[in-house]
């Protein structure tokens, strides 16, 4: 019987912390935290303007300032004046929204519309929510046709996407004064 040799392979010595990959025969290199402040800072306040924290509220409080300020203009004393263009809703029904969320209202007579809600800047967010009377949202694209119509419901918020380049209309498809609160962030 002939005897077989054994080889046995043994798993190559471990990295030491300082180690880095380099390529065979030349000097393993040393990597410095120094120059990465942000990650040695991690969990900690950035010195830079554009890593700063953003906290944008979410879709919860949005909906929440916004059924706020309906039960505030419940009252039709506090109601817009003026119909059919976005205002500036009363101090009363604006003070439960806090942080940097703006609130609007509209008033429509029976059979009108207004433009929009079209946000000033794509980032923002905003919700709809109906106080009285009856309003549809309805969204056309660029060449007038009707993509959507989407009902106000009572007691429901509605959140509004981007128009992506058509445009977007809310009606009153009721026999009274529809009144609309739209909250953005």
Same mark, same amino acid.
């Given at each position: 019987m002939a005897q077989q040799a054994l080889s046995v392979?043994?798993?190559?010595?471990?990295?030491?912390s300082g180690d880095d990959a380099a390529p065979r025969g030349t000097a393993p290199r040393r990597v410095s935290v120094e120059g990465i402040g942000d990650v040695a800072d991690a969990g900690r306040k950035s010195g830079y303007a554009h890593l700063a924290e953003r906290r944008l509220p979410t879709v919860g409080r949005?909906?929440?300032?916004?059924?706020?300020? %309906?039960?505030?203009?419940?009252?039709?004393?506090?109601?817009?004046?003026?119909?059919?263009?976005?205002?500036p809703?009363?101090?009363?029904?604006r003070r439960g929204a806090g942080g940097r969320l703006r609130v609007?209202?509209?008033?429509?007579?029976?059979n009108s519309f207004v433009s929009g809600p079209v946000s000033p800047r794509a980032a923002d967010m905003e919700v709809?929510?109906?106080?009285?009377?009856?309003?549809?949202?309805?969204?056309?694209?660029?060449?007038?046709?009707?993509r959507s119509a989407a009902e106000? %419901?009572?007691g429901r918020a509605r959140v509004v996407g981007g128009s992506l380049g058509g445009h977007q209309h809310l009606v009153n498809t009721g026999e009274e004064v529809a009144v609309v609160v739209r909250v953005t962030a």
């Open positions: 392979r043994t798993a190559p010595p471990a990295r030491t949005l909906v929440a300032a916004a059924r706020g300020a %309906a039960a505030v203009l419940a009252r039709p004393t506090l109601w817009p004046a003026r119909r059919g263009r976005w205002q809703a009363p101090r009363a029904a609007s209202t509209v008033s429509l007579d029976p709809l929510f109906l106080v009285s009377g009856r309003a549809h949202l309805i969204s056309s694209g660029s060449d007038g046709r009707m106000l %419901a009572p």
